[in-house]
């Protein structure tokens, strides 16, 4: 019952995003996994001679993850990248229902790397060169747990809309992403640990978002204030 209601309540807001902000979604793929209901998402959305939207969403019901991808622009097959990604971020959100044997940070670090970049890398090898970025994140016991890669962001705000947390991004001199899985060796994925609250609020988006917005214009939204320039 609960899964459900978290996939119900998913695919509301999806639905509101898609006619508010992203203008073409697409319906949600809803996979059923053995144990119960998980959905997950890619925006494929795109007009005819437009290059396909690179982005791509996974809400894990049944473990409290989800992620959010970007493909790579500078290379090849972005779109594809992302999904790709996408699956293997599912499948490790399945293995994190059996909990981890050891908490600490490189444990956490070096179980990503393992299960989602190394896994990923073997599928993107036939798209030479491509690549993705990621953000997951779970919130287990009050506390948030951030995996991240790239320049894919999330920002935690307070009630009163002040910014408690956000994650920094892997960007070169040139504004590339230096540390998202591509098809090469690259460094382990950062992972964050944050206490939170009862109605703190977790936004989590790539640079098609924060590239528009700065942090302080999406915390003014969050006090209903105008937004500072």
Known sequence: MVESTLTEMAERQFDTLDRVILGNMGAPV????????????????????????????????????FACIDGISGGRHGDIAAEIVGQQLQKAFTLRQGG??????????????????????????????????????????????????GDV????????????????DHLNSSGDPYNAIFTYVQR??????????????????????????STLQIGALTKHQPMPT
């Open 100 to 149: 981890l044997d050891d908490d600490s940070l490189d444990y956490r670090r070096e179980w990503f790397q393992l299960h989602v970049h190394e896994r990923a890398k073997k599928h993107l090898q036939r798209l030479a060169p491509s690549g993705a970025c990621y953000l997951a994140f779970g919130i287990t016991e009050r506390v948030l747990e951030v995996a991240h890669a």
């Open 30 to 65: 809803v996979i059923q996994a053995r144990n119960g209901p998980l959905a997950y998402w890619c925006n494929k959305g795109y007009e005819p001679g437009e290059d396909p939207n690179q982005d791509a969403q996974v809400i894990h019901t049944l473990s409290n993850w």
């Open 153 to 168: 962001k999330l920002v935690l705000f307070n009630p009163d809309g002040d910014i408690i947390f956000e994650t920094k």
């Open 188 to 213: 382990f994925p950062d992972i964050d640990l944050v206490p939170i609250q009862r109605n703190y609020r977790i936004l989590a988006g790539s640079d098609g978002l924060f590239g528009t917005l």
